[in-house]
C-alpha cells in the first residue's frame, strides 16, 4: 500500500536501525529536559535531541524514500543544514538570555555553579541578603 | 567574472539549495536556479556588516568538520548515558572560563557554532573586557582538559585557517 | 518478516516522539522561568517537525516535506523572537 513491501532488504536494516536510534535519542533528550533539576543542565538535554535525533531520523527518511521510489531522494538535506546552522544559535541566545536575567534577578549574586558570573557584592546589604 | 561573481561559494550553495528544493535538474530549474544564484550575493552585498575574510585552507576546514562530526556523535551518546544512569546529584555543571586567542570574528562565530552543535556543551558569551570565553560544561571533571581540548582541537585549526 | 519489522521500528519512532512531546509539554506547562519555558517549546516544536516526517515516511508521501521544512523555519524565528524578547522586553528599573 505505500511501499513498505517492495523496500529492498539493505534498505529496510539501515531505516529501522536509524528509526530506533532517532527515537531513543529523541526521547532520552526530552527525558533529560524534564527530570534534570536546574536550567542549566536543562539546556543540554534538547541538545542531543537536535544533533543526533534529528539526524538519525532525518537520514532514515532520505534512505526509505530513495529506496522505496528507485531514485535519488535527497531533499531533507536542506531540513538537516538548516537545523545544523539554526540549533547552535538558538541555544546560545537561549543561554545568554537565561544568564542576563539571573545575573538581573540576585544582585551582586551569582549564576550557576562555578565563579565565571560570581561577583563581589556590591553593598553591604547585598553581602547581607546573599547570607 | 570577479564582479558579477563575489561570492562563488555562496552562489554554488545557493544553486544547490534551489535544486533540492525543486528536486529536478531541468534546463529551467538550472537557469532559474543561476539567476538567483547571480543575483542574491550582489542585492545583499551591502548588508555585510564586516569586512570578508577568507578561508585559507579549505582542505582544513573540512577536516576539522568532519571531526567535529565525530566528536558530536560521541559527546551525544555521553550526555544521553549520564542521563539515564546518573543520578541528578552526581552531576557536575559549571561554567569554566576559557582564554581565547582566536580574533578573526568569523573564526569566533564558526568555534561558537561548533562548540554549540556538541552536546554537554555550551556557549555563554565572550566575556564583556577580556578575550574569555564563558563555557557552561554539562559534566565537568576536569577544567584543564576541557580548555586544552577547546585550545587544540578547534581553536588552533580555525586559527590556522582564518588567520594563518 | 523484514516487512513487520519496518513498520513495527516506525511505529517505536512515532511513539517515542509523542512521549518526548508528552515531556515537553510537562516542562513547558510546569517550567519554573520564564527561559525553561522557551527552551521547552523550541523541543517541542523540533519534535512536531520530526513527527510530520514520521508520518510522511508512513504515508509513503513526499507532500509532509515541505510542511516539515516550513515548521524547521518558523520554530527558529518564533524562538530567537522570544529570546530576544527575554533580554530586551523586560526592563528591571
Known sequence: MNGLETLPAWAAIIVIGMLVLGGAIVLIGALGLMRLPTFYQRIHGPAITVTLGAGAILIASMVYFTAAQSRLVVHELLITLFIMMTAPVVSMLIMRAAVYRDLRGHKGGFVGEGDVYRQAPDTPEDAAAEK | ?164 | MLTDLLSLAMGFATLCIVLAMLCCLVRLLVGPSAQDRVLALDTLWMCAMLLILMLGMRFGSLIYFEAALLIALTGFVSTVALAKFLMRGEVIE
Not at chain 2, 535544486?19 to 538567483?36: C, D, T, Y
Request: net charge neutral; aromatic share 10%.
Open chain 2, 1 to 164: 567574472m570577479k564582479r558579477l561573481l563575489p561570492f562563488p561559494y555562496l552562489s554554488t550553495a545557493l544553486l544547490l539549495c534551489w535544486l533540492l528544493l525543486n528536486q529536478s535538474l531541468e534546463a529551467a530549474q538550472v537557469l532559474l536556479g543561476l539567476l538567483l544564484a547571480i543575483a542574491i550575493p550582489l542585492l545583499t552585498h551591502s548588508l555585510l556588516p564586516l569586512p570578508r575574510s577568507h578561508v585559507r585552507r579549505p582542505w582544513l576546514l573540512f577536516r576539522l568538520l568532519a571531526l567535529s562530526m565525530v566528536e558530536i556523535v560521541r559527546s551525544c551518546f555521553n550526555v544521553s548515558r549520564i542521563i539515564l544512569f546518573r543520578r541528578a546529584e552526581g552531576i557536575h555543571s559549571q561554567f569554566i572560563r576559557v582564554p581565547l586567542d582566536l580574533r578573526d570574528p568569523y573564526g569566533l562565530a564558526l568555534l561558537s557554532c561548533l562548540i554549540n552543535c556538541t552536546p554537554g556543551t555550551v556557549w555563554a558569551e565572550i566575556l564583556p573586557g577580556t578575550h574569555d570565553l564563558a563555557l557552561h560544561i554539562f559534566d565537568l571533571q576536569d577544567e584543564q582538559w576541557w580548555i586544552d581540548t577547546i585550545k587544540t582541537q578547534y581553536e588552533r585549526p580555525l586559527i590556522d585557517i582564518f588567520e594563518g
